[in-house]
């Protein structure tokens, strides 16, 4: 049933202004006109404004600001990303949901959303707080690419971020290695890269999104409000996240085809570009010990480049603090 209505939708969004009758959408999709009446009832029911007019047909007058299969699918220009859409208005997080349906074999492109997440996790488990004030997604991918190269699909998706936010919102943020952006010196949005994998392929990685978007500083609990922020608080503006979800899929679907055709190179440029704290000295803890150093860049596979007394080192894992 939502591929048909998302196959009206398409030919409602093809028409633009124009009606389309519906003897054109039965023909075209082979359901009775019936049928076709019955799915934009639906569509009302979703929000849609429809203009029917006898003897012209249908039209979309309006399109509703929540967020729906329908909604996030229409106008959305992408090829193969978010095809499929999977959404939920609660749910205890879209990592668990994608995980199940990648297990169930849901195919490459499809995007899991939720308006609120009662179990929202980060990295290294920790708890993300997810009202339905934010965007909280999980895009199911099957690259063909090694497993070592998973961390460079967590580096592209952050410039992905800020260069979205920049766009639509005019504020430059910045991405803190290695999976989380930031406006000023708070978050804004986080990253979290899943996979499962074999030694020399990977059969599915969950890149999951998290962006704080229409929070008032009040909203954010006690703990949380000299370390995070939201768009709405930097831009003192509410905002449709709707529009920002479909930049973020277009965006990323031609990022990551360049990045699959080209490889790392151009996405370590972009990185860079937008670092933060890139030549500035920090403090690196790992398993084996802690020390200062100073931030120089990304290497070639993605790592982090550090340098201490002189000496250049690439940085895989261990905690920065800030």
Do not use: C
Not at 68 to 87: A, E, P, R
Not at 193 to 212: A, F, K, R, V, W
Not at 237 to 255: A, C, G, P, S
């Amino acid at each position: 049933m939502e591929n048909t209505r998302q196959r009206i939708i398409n030919l409602l969004e093809k028409a633009k202004a124009e009606y389309i009758s519906g003897q054109q959408i039965s023909n075209v999709l082979e359901i009775s006109r019936t049928a076709v009446w019955k799915h934009m009832k639906e569509l009302e029911k979703d929000g849609y404004v429809i203009e029917a007019i006898a003897k012209k047909g249908y039209k979309i007058i309006e399109s509703p600001d929540k967020l729906s299969v329908n909604t996030i699918q229409w106008g959305l220009h992408t090829d193969w990303l978010g095809k499929q859409v999977i959404h939920k208005p609660v749910t205890p997080s879209t990592q668990t949901l994608a995980q199940k349906l990648a297990i169930d074999g849901a195919e490459h492109g499809t995007v899991v959303i939720a308006d609120e997440q009662t179990a929202g996790k980060g990295r290294l488990n920790r708890a993300w707080h997810s009202p339905n004030q934010g965007i909280w997604m999980s895009l199911l991918l099957r690259p063909v690419v090694l497993p070592y190269q998973a961390s460079q699909l967590t580096l592209l998706t952050a410039t992905v971020l800020v260069k979205v936010i920049e766009e639509i919102t005019s504020v430059r943020p910045a991405i803190k290695w290695p999976n989380d952006i930031f406006i000023g010196d708070r978050k804004v949005a986080g990253i979290l890269t899943e996979m499962q994998s074999e030694h020399d392929q990977i059969q599915y990685l969950i890149i999951g999104i998290g962006i704080n978007v229409n929070q008032k500083g009040t909203d954010f609990p006690e703990e949380l409000r000299e370390k995070a922020t939201s768009i709405r608080t930097e831009t003192d503006k509410e905002w449709d996240m709707r529009v920002i979800i479909q930049h973020i899929l277009q965006d990323f679907e031609k990022k990551y085809e360049h990045y699959i055709k080209e490889g790392f190179a151009t996405i370590r440029s972009i990185w860079e570009d937008y670092g933060y704290k890139i030549g500035h000295e920090v403090t690196v803890k790992t398993m084996q010990e802690e020390q200062r150093v100073k931030i120089v860049g990304l290497q070639e596979d993605g790592s982090l480049l550090v340098e201490n007394n002189g000496k250049r080192t690439p940085l895989y894992s261990g905690e920065i603090i800030w």
